[in-house]
């Protein structure tokens, strides 16, 4: 009965247990990407940024037209546009969690871990932002509107919203680092950061569902319904920003033309719905995947 029983805001001992269990596993396995990566190693030409599968041109008429210094470009700077978009949402996600945990118990684990997952954050956008520069490429950033979007949701966004906004940018993100990483073709900045990324990441998903799970515990249908639509919309904005159009500029491509192919890749819609299978089944498993919420998956090709 002690692991039901609740203690602050409805957090429980068996809440507690589970942070506890990711304070164990920072403490056995974190990384340290200053001295993990090589970072004054030479970059081989030969070598993508991403698994060409993961391109956002693969499988396209405009793909096979390309020249390989063409498409080695092309995932350099997709694969930078990303880790871009994860500094982006890695610096909303902190001050989120910042705000969830002001003024809680600091003795709590629940406490203690939250704050060592800034700690990773920070240390995975320095890494990001290390290894674009590396690569030469120039911080791409979220357009205006989708700038202002996001300070909004930094500001408002509280519980179930603030966590699954976080669990969607990790969740797909860590399928596509967890081929990268063992691309034999891919540059080893990038198999590397996605290592450390991967397994650190992985206790950040953990905590996320667990805070979710725990805030979803009593809410009623309406609560569900807005929630489960404010999560869809912000994921469609984090999928919609991953790629800035100025990634086919730099690899000397027809911007219009290469948007249109990607909008009609179908290998690309299939990769992404299965980066997203194990998110859609968590949501639905919270009771946060609605008939709204899933029309709005399927306009980014998650659901």
């Known amino acids: 009965m002690a692991l039901t029983r609740p203690t602050e805001h409805g957090h429980t001992a068996g809440d507690d247990d589970v942070s506890k269990r990711l304070l164990d596993s920072a403490a056995a396995l974190s990384f340290d990407p200053s001295t993990e990566i090589d970072w004054d190693a030479p970059l081989p030409e030969e ?4 698994n060409p599968e993961w391109s956002t041109l ?3 008429r405009l793909w096979d037209e390309m020249t390989e210094r063409q498409r080695i470009t092309l ?5 930078c546009s990303i880790m871009n978009t994860g500094i982006w949402f890695e610096m909303i996600l902190q001050q989120m969690v910042l705000r969830d945990q002001y003024l809680k118990n600091p003795a709590s684990a629940e406490f203690r871990f939250a704050l060592t997952e800034i700690a990773d954050e920070c240390r995975h956008s320095i890494m990001f932002a290390r290894a674009c520069e590396k690569m030469g490429v120039p ?4 357009n205006k509107v989708v700038a202002q979007a996001g300070r909004a949701f930094k500001a408002l966004a509280k519980g179930e919203l603030a966590y699954g906004g976080i669990l969607v940018a990790e969740e797909v993100l860590d399928v596509m680092q967890r081929d990268w990483m063992r691309g034999e073709n891919v540059l080893e900045i990038v198999r590397g950061t996605s290592r450390i990324h991967v397994v650190e990441e992985s206790r950040h998903m953990k905590f996320a569902r667990q805070e979710i799970l725990e805030r979803m515990r009593h809410a009623g249908p309406a609560r569900r319904r807005t929630s489960a639509t404010g999560i869809a919309i912000g994921a469609y904005v984090i999928v919609t920003s991953m790629i800035h159009p100025g ?5 000397g491509l027809d911007v219009g033309r290469a948007l249109a192919e990607v909008r009609g890749n179908e290998h690309r819609k299939a990769m992404m719905r299965n980066s997203s299978r194990h998110l859609m089944a968590f949501l639905a498993e919270a009771g946060l995947l609605t008939t709204r919420s899933a029309a709005v998956y399927r306009r980014v090709n998650m659901l």
């Open 47 to 50: 070598h993508y940024g991403l």
């Open 58 to 60: 693969y499988g396209t």
């Open 75 to 79: 995932t350099r700077h997709e694969v």
């Open 139 to 142: 911080a791409y950033r979220p």
């Open 247 to 251: 990634v086919y500029k730099a690899a």
